[in-house]
């Protein structure tokens, strides 16, 4: 059964920092890709980050690029999420998903398997 586990989440100032961690379990094969996401409008959410584990290639949204760093630890099945600078708009519940393939890293179709997600308060 796969598990996503997100982590990290809590309540910082403008312009601090902070990093979120993704652990994930349950696959057969460690999943291709992994993603940051955060809620935007509805049910939609807004693609932050991903990473292609085994090339160890990254994308980002415009919205985050030079503050926000995607990285991982492939032995240990975790992603990291390295948020600087950060901004009372990024204030938002952020969520990890992985998949073992995808075409389209940032969109949230791409993904079957999430984790339940972690608050990021960013206050002004």
């Not at 049910?43 to 030079?66: C, F, M, N």
């Not at 998949?99 to 339940?116: A, C, D, I, N």
């Amino acid at each position: 059964q796969v598990q996503i586990v997100e982590s990290g989440g809590t309540s910082v100032h403008a312009g601090e920092s902070l990093i979120l961690t993704c652990t994930f379990s349950g696959f057969n094969h460690n999943p291709y890709i992994v993603g940051w996401f955060r809620r935007s409008s509805g049910y939609l959410r807004e693609g932050v980050a991903a990473i292609a584990t085994r090339e160890d290639q990254t994308y980002y949204a415009d919205s985050v690029k030079g503050r926000f760093t995607i990285s991982q630890d492939y032995a240990k099945n975790t992603v990291y999420l390295q948020m600087t600078n950060l901004k009372p708009e990024d204030n938002n519940i952020y969520y990890c998903a992985a998949e073992v393939r995808t075409w389209k890293p940032l969109s949230q179709f791409e993904y079957k398997h999430w984790g339940q997600g972690t608050q990021v308060t960013v206050s002004s």
